[in-house]
């Protein structure tokens, strides 16, 4: 493992200007390979990003309350519109009606909300207040709420190819989750659903994000490694690698609360336990009380390894794991790092700052963070590996093995084992790979 930099972790120094003609990717590299420049190669201020103030992390927690807030007051203000037509708004035997739409509501709302996510309330909100203010301004009541008002609505609106389909997802959401009771009104209409339909085609193709290549992987790793980066870019670039190598979401391994190493005596390669606490396959309840865990091994596509040393810099770094605790925090101006967690937009250009100089296709621009994910996934496909084991690597299972998969800690076993193959086939130039 390489030495540790005695100030990795001192803050960005002010970048020095050079005259003449250089870009800022040619002063880059000179401050990086020059000695009389104590200046460290920077992919974070390369790619535009700016440090976090300590302030910032309390505006970001009174944001997320406040988020929260928001969605909840949308969620009443549209239920007081029409008490009637809401399960939820009923109150019970022996209470005074009044006290409770003025008193009670509220909290009952919060309770029937739950734990979803603060952006679904929002995007499942939205689009049923879009609904009821077009409704009104055309001297209708939005609720009930009937067919062909409904239909009308879309109609009239000129929606976007996904609104239709948003709108309808809102009036089911409104009837499972608060008890509108008029929703089966739009939810079987086949005029609806077929507007829904014509509309949605025209939504623009997907279109997937390129896998990372060997030779952007092995860059990373490298970053990891090296002394001349700052102690951000180091632990980012091995941010990037738990992803990758653990075939991770990017909002999965934000979550990540326990990392285990274990290598084995006289062994070279061990393996990286880790446990996610929260994951976007989550869907039941019972799902969300287990943690996903993760399995990545040491093996690389380096040979010094990425796994030990970055966990080294994390330690230096005082970074710790653990509930509410992000993998990959904010930098903090003046040096260290924030409790935010980095957003993907940003975590996102700080990638592309990082592999910019790295040969590759023309797809490289598109690369994210959904990237990392799918590169060993793809790599695995292009090797043969069988569906089975490479959706068991992509934490997805068939309805029939879920049973098995509960009560097997071990199931992860096999399909790391044919990864790693996989792995060694490419460094020993037995199987390419772009």
Known sequence: MPAMHKDVLDPFRKRLKISGNLGPSSSSDVSCKSEELPIKCSSFADAGLKLMKRTGEHLWALQISYD??????????????????????????????????????????????????????????????????????????????QEHVAYQFLKQTDPSPSFPRSFITSVAFAKHVLG??????????????????????????????????????EHLERCVNDGDRTAYDRIAAGFFLVLTFGRLRFSDAQSITSMELEIPLDAKHG???????????????????????????????????WVECWLAVREQAKLVVGKGVPLLPNPAAGGGWTKVPVTCEIAGDWLRALIKDVPGPKTSTRVATHSCKSSLLSMCSKFGMEPSARRLLGYHSAGRDKSMLVYSRDAMAWPVRLMEEMIDQVVAQAFFLP
């Open 180 to 217: 509108l009771l008029s929703a089966d009104n739009v939810l079987d209409s086949c005029c609806i659903k077929g507007f829904s339909a014509i509309h949605y085609t025209k939504k623009r193709k997907l279109v997937q994000r390129p896998p990372l290549t060997v030779a952007q992987i």
């Open 271 to 305: 393996y990286l336990e880790c446990a996610a606490e929260r994951c976007k396959t989550a869907t039941t309840l019972e799902k969300r009380t287990r943690l996903l865990p993760v399995v990545i091994p040491t093996k690389s596509f380096t040979s010094d390894g």
């Open 68 to 145: 929260r807030k928001a969605a909840y007051k949308k969620w009443t203000s549209l239920i007081l519109d029409e008490p009637g037509v809401w399960s939820i708004s009923r109150p019970k035997p022996g209470q005074d009606y009044i006290t409770f739409l003025s008193q009670g509501i509220g909290e009952t709302v919060k309770d029937c909300l739950g734990v979803k996510a603060t952006g679904t309330l929002h995007n499942r909100v939205n689009p049923l207040i879009r609904y009821a203010q077009h409704v009104r301004d055309s001297g209708i009541k939005p609720f009930p709420i």
